[in-house]
């Protein structure tokens, strides 16, 4: 089965500096690849995503690039913000249709904004 | 907005015990899942279902079991609580368009 790996584990940072965080996957046939955020005591939520026709996605400070030869991935955050501490997850999927919408979740990094 | 909603934020239990954890979603979602997440671990996946009263096993279902008789509810049983299942355990569900939406989880403690 698909294996997500990510580092790092944890991750601390100075306020307006950026942060990246790198993913690798094992199954060429994933094709769908979301990041998830974390805040203490809630539910992870949906912060980018990119399927593998699309190399980058922005979306304000948040970057998503994939590259599908070397089976990885990264999460790019411009001028960080002390909200912004949270764990991030990664994970992989095959996209579409019945057990395809499996997710692997990597092991999540600790990102900590210092002010 | 897409809601998930969870029983209990909190639940302690016997060793032994029978214990029900529910999960509803409001949009009409075909997909649900059960994650159980743990530090270092992250997110693993317990089980799945795509279609109302259809299940599929996770990476992890040993000692667990599901039910999903109506599309907007999917249930995780623990047939008889260990100490090794104290967790916390997050229900998701998505639309064929692929994006999962998490519920606010459960932590369960199971003494």
């Known amino acids: 089965g698909e294996n997500v790996e990510q580092h790092p584990s944890t991750l601390s940072v100075q306020e307006g500096d950026s942060a990246v965080i790198k993913c690798t996957y094992s199954d060429s046939a994933s094709n769908y690849f979301p990041w998830y955020k974390q805040e203490l005591g809630k539910g992870p939520q949906l912060i980018i995503d990119?399927?593998?026709?699309?190399g980058e996605k922005k979306d304000q400070r948040i970057a998503v690039t994939l590259n599908k030869t070397a089976k990885h991935f990264s999460l790019h955050i411009t001028e960080t913000q002390p909200e912004d501490s949270a764990v991030y997850f990664c994970a992989a999927s095959k996209g579409s249709g019945g057990s395809n919408y499996k997710l692997t979740f990597g092991k999540g990094t600790l990102l900590t904004v210092n002010p | 907005d897409v809601k998930v909603t969870q029983s209990s934020r909190y639940l302690v239990k016997r060793t032994g015990e029978k214990v029900f954890l529910e999960c509803v979603q409001d949009m009409d979602h075909e997909n649900m899942f059960w994650y159980r997440q743990d530090p270092g671990l992250g997110l693993r996946l317990i089980y799945f279902?795509?279609?109302?009263?259809?299940?599929e096993k996770g990476d992890i279902p040993e000692g667990y079991s599901v039910s999903r008789e109506k599309k907007e509810r999917f249930s995780l049983i623990l047939e008889s609580a260990s100490t090794n299942q104290t967790s916390m355990y997050l229900c998701?569900?998505?639309?064929?368009?692929?994006?999962?939406?998490f519920g606010p989880g459960t932590r369960l403690l199971v003494l």
């Open positions: 990119i399927r593998s026709n699309v």
């Open positions: 998701a569900s998505s639309s064929s368009l692929e994006t999962q939406y």
């Open positions: 279902s795509y279609d109302v009263k259809m299940k």
